[in-house]
């Protein structure tokens, strides 16, 4: 099993969308008209993690501003978690977003999302805040200094 990484700066092919958005609603619950919310997004930056034709894992950003770099949305398939793939996918996009010039990635996570936040302070992020959402849970915001 080879798993070949690749990224886009744009909304990808239709058959690597409709994988993406299939891992999405795998891990979400609900589609979210991704492809739709993508192109609205500044500056896109899509990694995503394949084997064969098949998303096994994507990370999706955007710019906030010149400096500052949003880590929107990822995930990997739970069929291959804990094999590094989402390491790999954060680091490929904060090496990006370094030579693009941006000073910090900020992100946001839940609590009951722990996988990703204790994968977040592992690659370099602080917590600097939280919020409750409209749903009433709490928001945990991270940002990592890219200098």
Known sequence: MEINYTNFNEVPNSETLDSMTKLHTSIFGVPDDLAGRMKEKPNLRIDIALIDKKVVGYKIGYALNREQFYSWLGGVDAEYRNQGIASRLIEQQHQHVKEMGYKSVQTKTKNKWRSMLILNIK?????????TDHEGETKIILEKKLI
């Not at 690659?123 to 919020?131: C, E, K, M, N, W």
């Open 123 to 131: 690659s370099g992020f602080d917590i600097i805040g939280t919020y």
